[in-house]
């Protein structure tokens, strides 16, 4: 009985295939996370009786690192620009419970424009001048912001930024050239205790 050779090419043609497979079910999975990452839960302004709404802000965790949720019932307002500077102004208050703040108390908002999915916010200099220096500092002040409008405002998909009405091209170590789309990487899922 005559033994035929084996196909050493039909074996790299499985191979082939099956690590084809597996590539593209790893890159379905890493889609499926980054865009889990990029769009928040749908959370948006839910009018109460007595002329409030509920609003979600992001706040500093309490051991500084990341965003954290913190739900707030409001005064209604008109429109998106005027609710977009009341949730800023929201954020430079302060926090309600164990979390940090992140805005400086004194940040003041000089207006904002919503065209299509941009929101286009001006903030006083006292927001760049009352911000501890740091890179963790910049990003999570700037992002407490994005994120609060996003999830707040589910058509916006962009936020940029002025100060004093001029455009900001560098805010410390953060490129805001462009408009920012929210990251809620940044958001804490379990928060520690804060530390006593």
Do not use: W
Request: glycine share 10%.
């Amino acid at each position: 009985m005559v033994k035929r050779p084996r196909h050493p090419r039909r074996g790299m043609t499985i191979l082939g295939f099956a690590f084809v497979i597996s590539a593209a079910v790893f890159g379905a999975l890493m889609l499926q996370r980054y865009e889990q990452r990029r769009t928040p839960p749908p959370a948006p302004p839910q009018t109460q009786a007595g002329g409030t709404v509920l609003v979600t802000l992001f706040f500093a965790a309490p051991d500084g690192t990341g965003l954290v949720r913190e739900g707030r019932e409001v005064d209604a307002c008109d429109g998106p620009e005027e609710c977009i500077g009341g949730l800023i102004e929201e954020l430079a208050s302060g926090p309600l419970g164990e979390l940090e703040p992140i805005l400086p108390p004194a940040t003041s908002v000089l207006g904002v424009e919503v065209t299509g999915d941009l929101a286009m916010v001006d903030l006083g200099r006292e927001f760049v001048d009352g911000l501890p220096a740091g890179s963790s500092a910049e990003m999570t002040a700037i992002y407490s912001i994005v994120d609060t409008v996003a999830v707040n405002f589910p058509q916006i998909h962009r936020v940029g930024f002025r100060v004093e009405g001029e455009p900001v091209s560098t805010f410390g170590h953060l490129d805001l050239s462009r408009p920012l789309a929210p990251d809620f990487s940044l958001e804490q899922r379990n928060v520690p205790p804060p530390a006593r």
